[in-house]
């Protein structure tokens, strides 16, 4: 594949397909895991779309093309009570360290603030260092972590990350404010 990446924002039929297979050949390769990764990711897709009707009014898919084929994507799916999620969020390696991944991150994260979730969360493993920086730099925080046999491997450290949008407000209100003032006295 080469050329420019381009990113569309609607299904078209082989595209749930293409996510499923994506991640299960990628992370394979990349992180060994097995087959029960991609039956993982299936079901979640499968239960997305087939059950649910993904994508919805307020929900989202970024599909990333390169060269005519797929390099990646992202979706953002409502997970009711202000939950939305971000799922399935994969780019090709050669797509990595260009600053998509993040720009990606950042349009799923407003479109969700737009529509009104209160929160965005995320399930992912520990391997996939650069992603948790993107979702960390993104005011993602860390709400649980799980590590045991997973996927045909003998240690994962499956995790849980989540974004509040009225802490964010409340911390980038914070941090815009700059240093606060501290209170002195003068004596005679």
């Known amino acids: 594949m080469s050329g420019a990446p ?34 993982h990711v299936a079901a979640s897709v499968s239960a997305a779309a087939a059950q649910r009707g993904w994508p919805a009014a307020n929900e989202a898919v970024w599909i990333v093309e390169r060269g005519g084929e797929h390099a990646g994507s992202l979706a953002l799916t409502d997970e009711g009570a202000g ?5 399935w969020f994969v780019l ?11 720009r990606l991150v950042a349009e799923l994260l407003e479109l969700a603030k737009r529509a009104g979730y209160e929160r965005v969360g995320l399930e992912t493993f520990s391997d996939l260092r650069a992603a948790a920086h993107i979702y960390r730099r993104a005011g993602f925080e860390l709400q649980w972590a799980k590590t045991g046999p997973r996927w045909g491997r003998a240690r994962i450290t499956y995790q849980r990350y989540e974004l509040s949008f009225q802490r964010r407000a409340q911390s980038l209100s914070s941090e815009s404010a700059g240093p606060r003032a501290r209170p002195f006295s003068v004596s005679a």
């Open 92 to 102: 090709d390696p050669e797509l990595r360290g260009l600053g998509l991944g993040t």
């Open 6 to 39: 381009t990113i569309r924002r609607e299904l078209r039929p082989g595209d749930l397909g293409a996510i499923i297979a994506h991640h299960g050949a990628l992370y394979a390769r990349e992180h060994g895991v097995d087959a029960d990764f991609e039956a």
């Open 83 to 87: 939950l939305a999620a971000l799922r």
